[in-house]
């Protein structure tokens, strides 16, 4: 974990309104899963629940909204961070491995999360009131414009959407998932750049390439602060990230004994450079001695030679 992304990982938990990791961290060994039976840490990653020590205990969050996410086949189950949104709130979050993709009904107002040549900021999406949106359709219309779509121009998403999709894969594996049929239709939505506290970089992406379960969160704080004038948002999603910032602290504690273990390993190496420059600085000083022993002897045996 680089220096940047430690700092930013810190400051957002700092920031965060979490309940206590108390039962997390004295917690040791592993236990079956309450539904499939597999040995588990803290929760099943294909059950979706955890285990029986932290049944009723794991914290709860109710979404404003539904929330939809699918999950690629090759993206490890044990290393997937969208199980922690169907952990925290299982009556909101519903988990599918593609190609199965939930049937979503014509009623239904969706949208989909994924950066897409038309996606649309969700800051846009709520500064446009709902009769100007009206209007400009209209306009739209009377002045033939049907086919400014094709010419680039991004289509309006009415912001009374219910249902919301995301995607969890790598950036090379979400195209396959994004390019499927029954997906086609559903406008999209961009988030704001924010950078990602998440411990397992994607090879040659930036850090605002976001964890699924950073994107659901941000998401939802965006959406709050754009739905709610009178409300500032006060951490109630916060919780979202509970074993998310859990697990950090972890990695973090590890990159940290190791970089102390590797302070040692450099002190001892330096150590034993130091005491073998000293024996060998000894060695050559008994040699000295040595030499001048032999020569003191050659001496003497040179003066005897001469008397004799």
Known sequence: MDEDRRASGGLLLKNLKLASH????????????????????????TCYVPVEELKDKVPQVKLPLKIDIIKHPKEIDGKSTAVHAGLISPNDVTIYTFPC???????????????????????????????????????????????????????????????VVFIDSTWNQSNQIFRDERLKGLPCIILNSRETCFWRTQKDKPNTYLATIEAIYYFLVDYHNLTHDDIPYDGRYDNLLYFYAFMY??????????????????????????????????????DDVEKEKCKQNNDDSNKKAGSS
């Open 22 to 45: 108390s039962i997390l961290e004295s917690m040791n060994g592993r236990s079956p899963c309450p539904n499939c039976k597999a040995s588990r840490k803290f929760y099943c990653y």
């Open 249 to 286: 602290k972890v990695v973090e504690k590890s990159n940290e004994e190791k970089k102390h273990e590797g302070m040692e390993n450099i002190r001892k190496r330096k150590r034993q450079d130091w005491e073998e420059k000293i024996r060998n600085k000894k060695l050559d000083n008994l």
């Open 101 to 163: 993709i939930p049937d979503f009904e014509s009623s239904e107002k969706v949208v989909l999360v994924f950066p897409s040549k038309d996606a649309v900021k969700l800051d846009d999406i709520f500064k446009v009131p709902k009769d100007d949106k009206k209007e400009g359709k209209e306009d739209d219309k009377k002045e033939g414009k049907e086919d400014d779509k094709k010419e680039g121009v991004k289509e309006q998403i009415d912001s009374s959407f219910t249902r």
